[in-house]
């Protein structure tokens, strides 16, 4: 909303500047969004007198002015047809930007004559879309007086207000505030009521109470309605509200004045003799003001008189029954209808007229009667005719209930040490009544309706500036830090991918529902109902697609080597507990070619960050099953494994995405990837006791012994590994595979998997026969679980 | 002994002569093998007078043990030299290009790092850390926060939302990680069946929540997911003097500035009563902003005393507890603190903005050492 400084004068006496007035209304609790200030923008120009004006000697169309301005008499080129002796308009000296061109003023000869500045437009000057010639301006007005101040322009205050309160809506509402805030004295003009002359003919009834419980109305007849005064002209302008006529702009003008929406029919197309608020009814619809036909519905409140529907209850009137200059009898409307009703209606409509923000918001319930002699005031005054009793139909919503108070909890909850007196003198400032313990809000004040409420009132008067910066008490702190071990296992994951070389990113958490599908999601009850992009409409079921669209965008910017990773939630369904955190990664290795040939599968440098990082967050990686089988469709098949616990208790899951998933989210291969399940990794134990168990050294070196085993290509050489590990639990302390041949000198369909074994003897050396049985124990091992066989 | 003199001579000689091990070891096999040339003079020791074996032994082992000795000093003389002449064949250009660090690549995101500096300042002043879904219900993201149903406060939060499900209840995505206070302040709130998410507790209450949080908004400053962090005290003398120092303490330590202006000034949100917001000083001028300079004011917190009803709503005596509660966006501070210009930015994956603007894995924040 937007106000001047002269129009909050009208309620309040004050000498202070805008900046004075912005500064108590950030304090108050009003949000300045911007000031435009003419004088401030116009600063360099000012009001200059033309004394002669003669032909240009090398040019028709231009004149060489003469002209007395603050800087003294100065020679000016000028182009205007209206530039001519005795004229008083506004001068710009050198060096000075001119808004309306986009140019600043250099000394520069026009066709061979120095011009020493410029007589400027309105359109010049941004006053005016466009403009004739130079400004015209009273010959009253002395040389050197401001631009701003010459043409009767102010600074217009733009600020924002939050819904709690309707009442700012008005430029009375922000002057009680400001007065209470110690800027002046509240002078709100008082409204004498106009007795009536003759009984309204037009009867009110409300059959909806439930959307309009309260109606005030009055005719007025033998009006002369045109154009609004410039004095009204000026004000609207000023706040961004185009002029319409007289009768119209009395009802803006008592909207921004005192939040008080208004409605103005012309009283000789109103049919039937009454006008009705109801619901509206199926198939009805309205040609409202804004030369749009709404269909309404039956929760939408409607304004019907004998014709039908001809208005849209507190959000706009209708063409049919609106006022024109050739209106001579109007009728007045002032209402109070429903805040939650008015808000959906104007959702419906996609309207936000300033009478429906204020309905919204909620209007004064006793504003209705001081709103139509108000009305009936500036009418009269502007308009002439003579004025009908006041009908009222219905009855307003009442106050608030008092509210108990104590001062002291003024103390108690702000922390700010205020005397009584000065506590309920605030109270009284802001329209708050007292009666024993008791506080009753004022009529505008519905968001007041508890002592907290009356706390932040006395509090933002005495200002939050006086509050007390007080410590925050001691706390008992938990002893072992405040992370639980599930926050500390995310950070610890983070920053050892990071130390891994992957950069850390983080994507939506939604994606197009189509993607979802390819992932496993996608289900109905995880898909957004207004969704801000089509593409952004589904909960992901993982951070995959997210990570691989993001390479294919870095691909296609030519930088397609990517390692990147997000720690985020992935949704398998609307409850709290099918959230789940994924740890996912990917690498898309397309580095520079190396000179010295490491070139490995970088297959491999993934599960080995996949293996290192389950480590770092405690996850029981001895026990892990690496099961290659039945691979989900978006992981290539044959390349992919998950990373289970038990049968079912999968951790991880890693691999290469799979051609044609790349395919479908435009990004080059190959991508690998891996995922984590945090909440599946099991978390270790927490051990009162610190101390690690002591560490037993043996004595004896260990020895290795190798293995060339034959197996069916098929088998895993994990398999082997594990019935290598099992031929002895005591003495073989390790087993791992060092060479994996297929070829000449093995049968087709076998290959051959090499093994070091490592035994540690434990309380003496071994015999050359006893390491002999370890070995056949290994072969007979690896055979029977394994299907192995030495290789020839 | 002429004959032994001509034996050492010739011997050493070929000693010294002996251009690598192989011919060495055959001058040792020559002088001192089984059939060699001073094996075979001991050998005529045992035929000898004990006078004559004396004297003549004494010679010949001399002999011996002069030639083992030159033997092996030319063996190790050999050795070095044949070590030397391999590593000069094995020279590499140290030029060559290393293969990157991976330290070096990898990056932690910016908008981790800030939750993580805002958890070590959290930490230090007795905050613990409370979570919850980002999926949530109409009830713990607006009604049980004190948003009457229909209020436009509802609206000013341009909330997304989900079909209505089977039980006809009509799911959304957080617009604030306040209902994960919701879910703290409500002692009986059962634990859920995933545990990280917040369990009820009984206050005194001292906890941060933050998360992923949604709004329908796209532009430069807003994103349609962006990160909270909130703030709850819940105790039973906890009042807005405390509330303002808390803020105050944090934006100093946050941005590491000790002339950080700040302004406090009433603002209303429906869950807090009295309400407030922060603001920082700043300058933006020159396309960037910063902190604790200029004439401008940044929003930075919105904050309050925790609404009675919101208390009651959790079933907490407001007459027996009050405290406060705060909010700031994450990637908004960021943004205040490091210079991003455009917050989309920081979810378009862009590995160039992620190496500019990340974090190394070992710049973990932590109270003693600062946080930047």
Redesign the interface.
């Known amino acids: 909303m937007k106000f001047t400084l002269s129009w909050l004068r009208e309620h309040l006496d004050t000498q202070a500047s805008v900046a004075e007035v912005v500064a108590a209304m950030t304090m108050a609790g009003l949000e300045v969004e911007h000031v435009d200030d003419p004088g401030k923008k116009l600063a360099a120009f000012t009001v200059a007198r033309i004394i002669e004006a003669v032909q240009h000697p090398n040019a028709d169309r231009l004149r060489v002015c003469q002209v007395d301005t603050v800087d003294g008499r100065k020679e000016i080129v000028c182009g205007a047809p209206n530039a001519r002796a005795g004229l008083t308009t506004i001068y710009a000296p050198l060096g000075t930007f001119i808004p309306g061109s986009g140019i600043t003023l250099e000394p520069r000869a026009v066709r061979g004559v120095i011009s020493n500045g410029m007589l400027c437009s309105a359109a010049e000057l941004q006053t005016a879309e466009e403009s004739d010639g130079i400004l015209e301006l009273d010959g009253a007005l002395a040389v050197g007086v401001p631009a701003a101040e010459a043409l009767g322009l102010e600074a217009v205050i733009d600020f924002e207000v939050t819904p709690n309160r309707p009442d700012w809506l008005g430029v009375a509402g922000i002057a009680r505030d400001l007065a209470a805030a110690g800027l002046g004295r509240l002078r709100t003009p008082a409204v004498a009521p106009t007795p009536g002359v003759f009984p309204c003919p037009i009867a009110i009834l409300l059959t909806a109470p439930q959307a309009c419980p309260a109606f005030a109305g009055r005719l007025i007849r033998g009006v002369r309605n045109g154009p609004s005064p410039t004095w009204l002209q000026q004000r609207l302008k000023a706040v961004g509200l185009r002029p319409i006529n007289a009768l119209v702009d009395v009802t803006n003008l008592i909207t921004y004045d005192r939040a008080r929406p208004l409605h103005v029919y012309d009283a000789a197309t109103v049919t039937g003799g009454f006008i009705e608020a109801r619901l509206g009814r199926d198939g009805e619809s309205v040609a409202a003001l804004d030369g749009k036909t709404y269909a309404v519905g039956a929760e939408t409140c409607v304004i019907a008189d004998g014709s039908g529907a001809i208005g849209l209850g507190g959000v706009m009137g209708g063409t049919s029954t609106g006022c024109s200059e050739a209106t001579t009898e109007v009728f007045i409307e002032s209402a109070w209808f429903d805040p939650i009703r008015t808000a959906q209606t104007g959702r419906d409509t996609g309207i936000t007229s300033d009478a429906q923000y204020r309905f919204a918001r909620g209007v004064d319930p006793e504003s209705l009667v001081p709103g139509v002699e108000l009305a009936t005031r500036l009418i009269l005054d502007l308009c002439g005719g003579e004025a009908s009793d006041v009908v009222f139909a219905g009855s307003a919503p009442g106050r608030v209930a008092p509210i108990a108070f104590d001062p002291a909890y003024v103390r108690r909850l702000s922390g700010l040490d205020l005397t009584e007196d000065r506590i309920w003198s605030i109270l009284g400032d802001l329209g708050f009544t007292r009666e024993g313990g008791m506080v009753q809000a004022p009529s505008w004040r519905p968001d007041v309706d508890g002592k907290a409420d009356l706390v932040e009132e006395v509090a933002r008067i005495a200002g939050f500036d006086a509050l007390p910066a007080e410590p925050l008490p001691e706390a008992p702190r938990a002893i072992g830090g405040v992370l639980t071990a599930r926050q500390s296992r995310i950070r610890a994951a983070r920053r050892a991918l990071a130390a891994a070389g992957y950069q850390e990113t983080i994507t939506w958490s939604f994606t197009a529902r189509s993607t979802a599908a390819l992932f496993g999601g996608g289900e109905e009850s995880l898909v957004l109902a207004n969704p801000i992009a089509a593409d952004l409409d589904c909960m992901r079921p993982s951070v995959l697609p997210g990570l691989i669209e993001a390479v294919g965008r870095n691909a296609r910017r030519g930088f397609p080597d990517c390692a990147l990773f997000e720690i985020g939630p992935v949704f398998a369904g609307d409850q709290p507990d099918d959230q789940r955190t994924a740890i996912t990664a990917v690498l898309a290795p397309h580095g520079p070619r190396r000179w010295d040939g490491t070139d490995g599968d970088d297959l491999f440098d993934l599960k080995a960050d996949l293996l290192a990082l389950l480590d770092e967050v405690g996850a029981p990686t001895a026990n892990l099953q690496v099961v290659q089988d039945g691979a989900p469709p978006w992981w290539r098949p044959g390349r992919h494994a998950r990373l289970q616990l038990g049968p079912r208790a999968a951790i991880a899951a890693f691999g290469e995405i799979h051609p044609t998933t790349l395919k479908a989210l435009d990004t080059p291969g190959p991508v690998y990837a891996f995922e984590i399940w945090l909440e599946a990794v099991p978390e270790p134990k927490k051990r009162a006791v610190k101390t690690r168990p002591a560490l037993a050294l043996s004595p004896l070196m260990p020895l290795t012994r190798d293995f060339a085993f034959v197996v069916a290509k098929a088998t895993a050489a994990g398999d082997v590994i594990r019935a290598v590990l099992s031929a002895d639990r005591v003495l073989i302390a390790g087993a791992r595979v060092f060479d994996v041949y297929e070829g000449p000198g093995v049968d087709e369909g076998f290959k051959s998997v090499a093994v070091e074994v490592t035994v540690q003897p434990r309380d003496k050396t071994l015999t050359d026969a006893e390491i002999d049985a370890v070995s056949a124990r290994i072969i007979a091992a690896a055979g029977k679980s394994a299907g192995a066989k030495l290789r020839a | 002994m002429s004959d032994l003199q001509a034996l050492e001579a010739e011997t050493l000689g070929a000693v010294a002569a002996a251009g690598d091990e192989a011919a060495l070891e055959a001058v040792r096999v020559a002088a001192l093998g089984k059939k060699g040339s001073i094996s075979a003079l001991l050998a005529t020791l045992g035929k000898m007078s004990p006078d004559e074996r004396k004297t003549a032994g004494a010679a010949i082992n001399a002999l011996k043990d002069k030639v083992s000795e030159a033997l092996g000093e030319r063996r190790t003389m050999l050795k070095e030299r044949a070590l030397e002449a391999r590593l000069a064949s094995e020279t590499v250009d140290v030029t060559?290009?290393v293969?990157?660090?991976?330290?070096d690549?990898?990056?932690?995101?910016p908008?981790?790092q800030v939750m993580?500096e805002l958890?070590a300042i959290f930490?230090d002043?007795?905050?613990?850390?409370a979570?919850?879904?980002?999926?949530e219900s109409d009830d713990y993201n607006f009604t049980r926060l004190n948003f009457p149903?229909?209020?436009?406060?509802r609206?000013?939060h341009d909330t997304?939302?989900?079909?209505p499900?089977e039980a006809g209840e009509r799911?959304l995505?957080r617009t604030h990680t306040s209902p994960v206070q919701v879910r703290t302040m409500q002692k009986t709130n059962t634990p859920?069946?995933?545990?990280?998410?917040a369990a009820g507790q009984t206050p005194?209450i001292?906890i941060i929540s933050p998360g992923?949080t949604?709004r329908?908004?796209?532009d430069a400053t807003h994103t349609?997911?962006f990160h909270q962090i909130e703030g709850l005290?819940i105790?039973r003398?906890?009042?807005?003097?405390?509330l303002?120092?808390?803020l105050?303490q944090f934006i100093a330590r946050f941005f590491e500035l000790e002339s950080v202006v700040t302004r406090?000034?009433?603002?209303?949100f429906?869950f807090t009563?009295?309400?407030?917001e922060m603001d920082v000083q700043c300058d933006t001028s020159g396309g960037e902003v910063k902190i604790g300079q200029g004439t401008e004011w940044s929003e930075i917190v919105g904050c309050g005393?925790v609404?009675?009803?919101v208390l009651r709503n959790c079933g907490i005596d407001?007459d027996e507890w009050?405290g406060f509660a705060f909010g700031f966006g994450v990637d908004r501070l960021g943004r205040l603190k490091y210079g991003m210009p455009d917050l989309r930015d920081?979810?378009?994956?862009?590995?160039?903005w992620?190496?500019h603007y990340?974090?190394?894995?070992?710049a973990?924040p932590n109270p003693a050492s600062g946080l930047s």
Do not use: C
């Not at chain 2, 690549?105 to 995101?109: A, E, K, L, N, V």
């Open positions: 060559l290009p293969r990157e660090a991976a330290i690549t990898g990056r932690i995101h908008i981790s993580d958890t930490a002043l007795g905050f613990s850390i979570e919850g879904p980002d999926v149903e229909g209020h436009p406060a609206e000013m997304f939302f989900f079909a499900n799911k995505l859920p069946g995933a545990s990280w998410i005194p001292r992923r949604y329908m908004d796209s349609p997911m005290v105790d003398n906890i009042h807005m003097g405390h303002k120092w808390t105050d406090f000034r009433p603002h209303h429906p009563e009295p309400s407030a005393m609404h009675p009803n407001p009050q920081m979810f378009a994956s862009d590995t160039r992620l190496a990340g974090f190394s894995a070992f973990a």
